[in-house]
């Protein structure tokens, strides 16, 4: 798997040649061999990519990420056919324990809001209410702390009068953002054999990615935080490029310090052992 996230926001044409993705602009010609591709991001609709790159990147694991006019990403390549995939673990998909999968949205929502509390208090804002709240979890998060939580907290890191309904330069990098991770969350479900339809608390018939959306939950703070340090009227290449340049943050993760991606890559391995009868394993939170 690669390392690097190559954004094309200009008129192109991409193509494929000798394990290479050629990338052809008004500026000049660059080579990238697709070894070190980890995402491609196409974030212009005055980009041309032909069948044979978007073929040769998918057998390497390569997410691409195709945006609309208004730079929105709308769409992502998923393989059908992983190395790895084979029926029994899809079998075992479909027979996931239920009390381990209300255990696993426990805590996934118990970090997701140790997150949160955490990213305010880098900010020095009060985040007192949202402790409180954190103590009201219960198992399945039956009560739906996680939404409470998170219609206080946005008005405590951005604005009094934040909404995440309002159509706002803040809120089109936060999905932009957030698309960039469920789109490596899914990868990651992908590459290690699994289906992204089938969710522990996601169960959307609209949503092919309701796994992924479940993972993903836990590290949406640390685009929050991210954002919450940007000065920005709207969403330019430069708020996009550091949204995806992201995947490269060093964080703490398990006691250890790792890379973003190689964080999303380790958690999403370990949320499947768990959910996985045959192994015993802890799902531990995402600290700063």
Same mark, same amino acid.
């Given at each position: 798997?690669?390392?690097?996230s190559?954004?094309?926001?200009?008129?192109?044409?991409?193509?494929?040649?000798?394990r290479?993705m050629?990338?052809?602009?008004m500026?000049g010609?660059?080579?990238v061999?697709?070894?070190?591709?980890?995402?491609?991001?196409?974030?212009?609709?005055?980009?041309?990519?032909t069948t044979?790159?978007?073929?040769e990147?998918?057998k390497?694991?390569?997410k691409i990420?195709?945006?609309?006019d208004a730079s929105?990403?709308?769409c992502?390549?998923?393989?059908?056919?992983?190395?790895n995939r084979?029926?029994?673990?899809?079998?075992?998909?479909?027979k996931w324990?239920?009390?381990?999968?209300q &255990?696993?949205?426990t805590? #996934?929502?118990?970090?997701?809001i140790? =997150? /949160?509390? $955490?990213?305010l +208090?880098?900010?020095?804002v009060?985040?007192?209410?949202?402790?409180?709240?954190l103590?009201?979890?219960?198992?399945d998060?039956v009560?739906?702390?996680e939404?409470v939580?998170?219609?206080?907290?946005?008005?405590l890191?951005?604005?009094?009068?934040?909404?995440?309904r309002?159509?706002?330069p803040?809120?089109?990098?936060?999905?932009y953002?957030?698309?960039i991770l469920l789109?490596?969350v899914?990868?990651?479900?992908?590459?290690?054999?699994? &289906?992204?339809y089938?969710? #522990?608390?996601h169960?959307?018939?609209? =949503? /092919?990615? $309701?796994?992924? +959306?479940?993972?993903?939950e836990?590290?949406r703070p640390?685009?929050?935080?991210w954002?919450?340090?940007?000065n920005?009227?709207?969403l330019?290449?430069d708020?996009?490029?550091?949204?995806?340049?992201?995947?490269?943050l060093?964080?703490?993760?398990?006691?250890?310090?790792?890379?973003?991606?190689?964080?999303i890559s380790?958690h999403?391995?370990?949320?499947l052992?768990y959910?996985?009868?045959r192994?015993k394993?802890?799902?531990q939170?995402?600290l700063?």
């Amino acid at each position: 798997m690669g390392w690097r996230s190559v954004v094309v926001s200009q008129h192109a044409k991409m193509s494929y040649s000798s394990r290479n993705m050629i990338v052809q602009t008004m500026d000049g010609i660059n080579q990238v061999p697709i070894e070190d591709i980890d995402l491609l991001l196409v974030s212009t609709t005055q980009a041309v990519i032909t069948t044979t790159l978007i073929s040769e990147l998918v057998k390497s694991q390569v997410k691409i990420i195709f945006t609309d006019d208004a730079s929105e990403p709308v769409c992502e390549t998923v393989g059908y056919y992983p190395n790895n995939r084979n029926v029994d673990l899809i079998k075992k998909q479909f027979k996931w324990n239920a009390k381990r999968q209300q &255990l696993l949205w426990t805590k #996934i929502v118990a970090s997701k809001i140790v =997150n /949160q509390i $955490n990213v305010l +208090s880098i900010y020095g804002v009060e985040n007192a209410d949202l402790i409180s709240e954190l103590d009201k979890l219960e198992v399945d998060d039956v009560t739906n702390r996680e939404a409470v939580v998170a219609r206080k907290y946005f008005p405590l890191l951005f604005d009094n009068k934040f909404s995440r309904r309002d159509f706002s330069p803040v809120n089109a990098a936060l999905n932009y953002g957030y698309s960039i991770l469920l789109s490596n969350v899914n990868r990651e479900i992908v590459s290690n054999g699994y &289906l992204t339809y089938l969710g #522990i608390h996601h169960h959307s018939n609209d =949503n /092919q990615f $309701n796994l992924g +959306s479940d993972l993903m939950e836990s590290f949406r703070p640390v685009i929050d935080y991210w954002l919450a340090n940007q000065n920005f009227k709207e969403l330019t290449p430069d708020v996009k490029f550091g949204l995806v340049d992201l995947l490269n943050l060093e964080m703490s993760f398990n006691g250890k310090k790792m890379l973003f991606r190689n964080i999303i890559s380790e958690h999403v391995r370990n949320c499947l052992k768990y959910l996985s009868p045959r192994f015993k394993i802890e799902v531990q939170h995402l600290l700063y």
